[in-house]
């Protein structure tokens, strides 16, 4: 059986298969960013696609503890609004037509 790499919820600490997980990296520039690929060089923080584990992961300095820096407000409302519609997105592409997708 092949391993499946495992990362733990920022917002909820629930461990997880990575591919579930949305990734928020900080880039060795200092940048904060959405990585949609996974793929982005930086230190990564993991968030369900589910907006009550984003709200407790933006809320609370849970996302500045993970990432080892400080999101200014402004940074943090953009990568809301990011990571929204990447979960929205993921949630339709999972639901089967005639289906609801289950959250």
Request: hydrophobic share 35%; proline share 8%; charged share 30%.
């Given at each position: ?27 060795p520039?200092?940048e904060?960013?959405v990585?949609a690929?996974?793929?982005r060089?930086g ?15 933006l ?13 200014p407000?402004?940074?943090a ?27």
């Amino acid at each position: 059986m092949k391993h499946v790499p495992q990362r733990t919820c920022i917002g909820c600490h629930s461990v997880r298969p990575k591919r579930e997980l949305v990734r928020v990296v900080r880039t060795p520039e200092g940048e904060v960013l959405v990585d949609a690929s996974g793929r982005r060089a930086g230190r990564g923080a993991y968030i369900c696609p589910d907006p009550a584990c984003l709200e407790r992961a933006l809320s609370g300095n849970r996302l500045e503890r993970a990432l080892e820096c400080a999101v200014p407000r402004d940074i943090a409302a953009a990568l809301d609004k990011e990571l929204r519609e990447l979960i929205s997105l993921r949630l339709r592409s999972e639901a089967s037509p005639g289906r609801p997708a289950q959250v």
